[in-house]
């Protein structure tokens, strides 16, 4: 029975605190302690519990906030080193000079070995790859051994090349001003569809036959300065149909364009020539454009 009044001595004191149900108390709390000091079963059990309440509880408090940012930072990283990496493939996969250009990222650049470098610069029109480096230099270089890798890097809107040894020391660098790679991505690119489909040739279309019996009336050493890579066009798939002829003149050059039917396809290559050789050509297709016309009005004269 519990006993209500205040105890009368030191000795009944002591028999209430000593008491069998305070002893199983104090060796219960005891125990519970020593349990959590030994397994952090508390931690656990409040730990599983927030884990299993954490999608119903709102996304707040600076705690959240520093986390989501982590996370939202290293996913950005990822992004960026995939990204890089990714750009960093299709460079050195590149088979065209352009595709390699437009995979170097703005004050970055890729490392090629020579061998891959030298494979991407036989596939460019020679008047352009003299133009980038003099392929005498270039046989120089890889025929000693020396020439080893080339790291490649943009420049503005340029682009810089250096050809480096086995130390990466620079054997030579090598230039190329953004108007030169604009003329190189419109020679490589072959857009699908017809003439009419560019606005730059409107009302200066003429047929093949025509374009090539005009053009067979200038002078031999003419010939080029009209149409600089006639090997290019020789070793596209198809025959050419049509030719279209832009009105605009840019740095002295005028714009070709080059209909090929191949099949049930059609596409449009686009060239540059000199601009005084395309004016000789148009002003002899004009010229020839005119004269049945000009034979039809004597006609209706003399009647």
């Known amino acids: 029975m519990m006993e209500w009044y205040e105890p009368r ?8 605190l000593f008491a069998i149900r305070h002893l199983v108390l104090i060796l219960f709390i005891l125990g519970v302690f020593i ?4 397994f952090d079963w508390f931690e656990q059990t409040v730990g599983s519990y927030l884990v299993t309440t954490n999608s119903k509880r709102p996304e707040s408090g600076a705690i959240w ?9 290293r996913q950005t990283l990822d ?5 890089r990496q990714f750009l960093q493939r299709e460079a050195r996969g590149a088979t065209t000079f352009t595709q390699m250009a437009l995979n170097i990222l703005p004050n970055k650049g890729i490392m090629v070995s020579s061998e891959r470098f030298k494979k991407i610069y036989l596939t460019l029109p020679q008047t352009i790859a003299h133009k980038i480096a003099s392929p005498f230099e270039m046989l120089r270089l890889f025929s000693d051994g020396s020439w080893v890798r080339t790291y490649l890097e943009k420049a503005g809107d340029g682009l810089k090349i250096y050809l480096l040894n086995a130390n990466n020391r620079v054997l030579k660098e090598l230039e190329i001003p953004s108007d030169l790679i604009q003329y190189i991505k419109r020679i490589d690119m072959a857009l699908t569809g017809k003439l009419e489909e560019l606005p730059s040739f409107e009302n200066r279309i003429y047929s093949a036959e025509r374009f090539f019996a005009a053009l067979s009336s200038l002078p031999q050493e003419d010939l080029r300065s009209v149409v600089s890579q006639p090997e290019m066009l020789l070793s596209m798939p198809g025959h050419i149909v049509r030719v279209g002829i832009s009105d605009e003149a840019v740095s002295g050059f005028i714009e070709l364009g080059f209909e090929i039917e191949d099949g049930t396809q ?6 540059q020539g000199r601009e005084w050789a395309v004016w000789a050509l ?3 297709l004009e010229e020839k454009e005119g004269e049945p016309n000009t034979n039809l009005k004597s006609q209706n004269d003399w009647m």
């Open 79 to 83: 992004q960026i080193v995939t990204d």
């Open 65 to 73: 906030e520093i986390g989501h940012r982590t996370i939202m930072a």
């Open 282 to 284: 148009r002003s002899y």
């Open 35 to 38: 349990s959590e000091l030994r």
């Open 9 to 16: 001595d030191f000795k009944e004191w002591a028999k209430r």
């Open 266 to 271: 059609r596409k449009v290559i686009l060239l």
